[in-house]
């Protein structure tokens, strides 16, 4: 499944490069027709790529760097691209999966994702890539959904506590967004979460609610402070793009959000983090969200850099493993998106488990030495700073 | 701490033996007016006796093997250990920790349990004692608690969604119990929990609410049918003293609880679980928890001793760390005890997370090989069976 859709990414790029030219003018033409004029330039390709030509070859819409096929039809994603905020969110996480995977990769040089393209009885499916045991990250999954059908009780009840003037009591939903947690070997390299994710709820009385949520974090394990500012900083460029007051609000709700209450610490230096958004409109929404999810790449890749090749200890290992341990208690007892995927019929679990570390230890008590490194990582995660 | 403790279990026992014979006839008199005997008795020992002497000196109930002194003061448990539930269910606990911890260390032959005794600020405390590291048993922990306060509002309604009649917005509550986990190192022994727990909850108009709730449990990592079936009937011999029908009922519920529905698949091999037990009366109910809390070494000790020795490899010790990792989504998604505790303002977390083993793995859809050792533990965790 791999390989194939490998061949066929490069069957689609070298056909696509026979066939620039001819399709510049071609914008807005009907998808077959586009793809026959194109096969036919590209010769003994043809009956290949017919069978595989939603996938293979467009030319509105660049795919040579995602991972899979998507959710929905390459051929309703085209012709619903401007009118759909639906086509628009699954084109934009399609790209970022593509464009995050294939930055890994370069920065692992050895590990390789793992692709599993997944539907769900109830409406939807997603895809999942996993990089395991690499040389430079332990375990990185970046999963894009687009699943829909009937809202859990549970799922109900808590958007509704949240504010959501929900009236039916089984409503219709639609959700997409992308996810991903990475978990570096080098305990000098943080993990990093990001995920955006657009949302719909249908009531009875035809009412359709929208929204768009996400962010991005941060959790190191030896604290290197201009990384912090480095990775506040380019959260902060992308937020100023659209609102002045974003990162701020955005900062806080983020290290309230991944405050792991049970501990009184924050699970990492935070980030950005924002729910519930449907305002000013829905075009301007996406292009914040847009921004956010474009930014994950220059957030952390030089992080990665930096670091990757850092000497460290085995003192160093253990204490990042009681950190992921902390990761642990934080996903399965209060992230909402992975309750939502636990409450969620059919819910494919591997996808949503995904964030969970390959290792993870807990000790009894364990309390870091006074002064020590560790020490200086638990005082700012007590006491979450300001980092730019 | 420890050894004061150690010390004074030596003196105590010291000085009891001296003086036995004068207090044959002391049953019931005041403690102080018989302690005051017994030190003089003593000679020497008096005056490091007087500072300890609510602990160190009671003769009709047996501390010689507890951990460190209740929580409730010994002279107050002695007074009232006929009239109240409270304190008959405190002096069980305590004897329960100390005789498993005693047993448990026996077992390593090397581990040795460090306790901490515990305050809580809202009221009550607890002992918790933890195993780490030792040459059987990589983390063990034995915990009681005697707490009391205003049940959390959380708790309240989730005790209501259980049927409870709670009028109240703010009752108070009082529970008392013993909970512990081992994990042992040798993959090819088992975890044990057990717990057993007393509550009252006070409602407005007075009324008092109590039940008892507990249970015992095996998680095997390479299944041993013999050892399933003497660790069940073991139960069952315990359950049929009190009634017939107690075993298979409480042999379901153990199925039904401990159940990781994300996974479609059971925690372990199950034993028993109850809840909400509150008749046929208090005292026999007590009498059911006391055979049921008795019978945990048995149930367990020879299944430790026939496996400690076995040998195993690299790739049963991965297994055993991934079956730790489903114990700890168990735990931390739907344990009803551990949610109580998370909820619960000033728990100690430590006490209740102690539950977690030192190392847990998470391997992206991991699927044992077919008719592997692992296929066969999997078969009987998504299909629980009768085991007598």
């Given at each position: ?198 949302f719909e709820v249908s009531d009875t009385d035809g009412k359709k609610h929208w929204w768009f ?176």
């Amino acid at each position: 499944m791999f390989h194939l859709r490998k061949t066929l990414q490069s069957i689609g790029r070298t056909t696509r490069a026979l066939s620039t030219i001819a399709t510049l003018q071609a914008v807005k033409r009907p998808f077959t027709a586009k793809a026959g004029a194109i096969l036919l330039a590209a010769g003994g390709v043809i009956l290949y790529a017919q069978k595989n030509k939603v996938y293979a070859f467009d030319y509105m819409i660049d795919t040579s760097k995602w991972m899979s096929k998507p959710i929905t039809a390459l051929s309703i994603l085209e012709q619903t691209k401007d009118s759909s905020m639906r086509s628009k969110m699954e084109l934009l996480i399609m790209r970022i999966q593509g464009e995050v995977c294939h930055k890994l990769e370069d920065l692992d040089e050895r590990g390789k994702f793992h692709v599993d393209k997944w539907s769900r009885k109830e409406g939807g499916g997603g895809i999942t890539c996993v990089l395991t045991d690499g040389d430079v990250f332990e375990k990185a999954g970046v999963n894009v959904s687009v699943v829909h059908g009937t809202l859990s009780q549970a799922s109900a009840t808590q958007m509704k506590s949240r504010g959501l003037d929900i009236k039916s009591s089984q409503p219709k939903f639609f959700a997409c967004g992308v996810s991903s947690v990475i978990h570096p070997k080098n305990p000098n390299v943080p993990t990093l979460h990001f995920n955006y994710r657009y949302f719909e709820v249908s009531d009875t009385d035809g009412k359709k609610h929208w929204w768009f949520g996400g962010g991005t974090d941060l959790t190191p394990y030896i604290l290197d402070e201009e990384d912090c500012s480095h990775f506040h900083r380019s959260l902060e460029k992308a937020c100023r793009q659209h609102d002045p007051e974003y990162y701020s609000r955005y900062k806080k709700w983020c290290d309230d959000y991944f405050f792991i209450k049970h501990r009184g610490e924050s699970r990492g230096v935070g980030g950005i983090f924002f729910d519930d958004l449907n305002k000013p409109s829905a075009d301007s929404a996406y292009a914040f969200v847009e921004s956010c999810a474009d930014t994950v790449i220059p957030c952390y890749s030089p992080i990665v850099e930096k670091h990757k090749f850092d000497s460290y200890s085995y003192e160093d290992r253990q204490w990042q493993l009681l950190r992921r341990g902390r990761y642990v208690e934080f996903n399965l007892v209060y992230d909402r998106g992975t309750k939502f995927g636990l409450q969620t019929p059919g819910s494919r679990i591997e996808s949503i488990l995904m964030s969970l570390p390959t290792f993870a230890k807990w000790e009894y008590c364990h309390a870091p030495l006074s002064n020590s490194k560790e020490a200086k990582l638990m005082d700012v995660l007590k006491n979450p700073k300001e980092w730019i």
